[in-house]
């Protein structure tokens, strides 16, 4: 099993400018989530899909952050514009059935370490 | 709300010595409880979990912790450290059906 698959690995990029990561969950897993790793504020859960669909985007930090999944082996996170403060590590996790992680474990991908200059 | 606090950032042990990493919980129902560990520039590995049963865990890599209902903890421990051991351990509880909240993590050492 190839775990879960996340691009690009690392990226830089100007403020202002348009961030597309992108993760590609565990075959059959049906649960999806993204999370950003800070070192003010820890690791945060983003969003979280299940079967698809976003079932809690409360983490989500404000309108220039936005997820799609559009099918079951895809997602992106997306910032526009992006901002100095956005840089982090994000991470992408997946678990199979309906997200009750007390009986599925997370799997996570290795990240994106994102710089915004 | 339920949280974890990890105490200690920083965990410097010998190699061949015991490892004790402390987790205390904060929760109004049964928690359940995680520990996580993270190897430089790579992504979380679950170490262990704690749902209901037996309050004693054991995980992967010789590691195990131990839920204490009264003391409110989840501390993780090795009895003999190993140089591949070096990371940063993270503990979780779980807060609904699926948001893991985490602690601030710790990062261990082993020194030769």
């Known amino acids: 099993d190839a775990g879960v698959i996340q691009s690009p690995r690392h990226e830089v990029t100007e403020m202002g400018q348009e961030v597309t990561l992108r993760c590609k969950p565990i075959?059959?897993?049906?649960?999806l989530f993204w999370y950003r790793q800070t070192m003010m504020r820890g690791l945060e859960l983003l969003i979280y899909f299940n079967n698809n669909v976003p079932i809690d985007d409360s983490g989500m930090p404000e309108d220039r952050f936005s997820a799609k999944m559009p099918n079951a082996s895809f997602s992106t996170l997306k910032i526009q514009p992006s901002e100095p403060r956005d840089s982090a590590v994000y991470f992408c996790?997946?678990?199979?059935?309906?997200?009750?992680?007390?009986?599925?474990?997370?799997?996570f991908g290795p990240g994106t370490r994102l710089l915004v200059l | 709300a339920q949280s974890v606090t990890q105490l200690g950032s920083h965990v410097s042990v010998s190699e061949g010595a015991l490892v004790l990493l402390r987790c205390n919980y904060s929760?109004?129902?049964?928690?359940?409880l995680f520990w996580y560990v993270q190897y430089p520039n790579q992504g979380l590995q679950l170490l262990l979990k704690?749902?209901?049963?037996?309050?004693l865990v054991k995980g992967i890599n010789g590691f195990e912790a131990e839920f204490k209902k009264s003391e409110t903890s989840f501390h993780l421990t090795k009895p003999s450290a190993h140089m591949s051991d070096a990371a940063e351990y993270f503990c979780a509880v779980l807060t609904n059906d699926y948001k893991l909240s985490f602690g601030a993590g710790t990062t261990v050492t082993v020194r030769a």
């Open positions: 996790a997946s678990s199979l059935g309906q997200g009750a992680s007390y009986q599925e474990t997370q799997y």
């Open positions: 075959s059959g897993h049906n649960s």
């Open positions: 704690y749902t209901t049963g037996a309050t």
């Open positions: 929760s109004s129902v049964p928690p359940y």
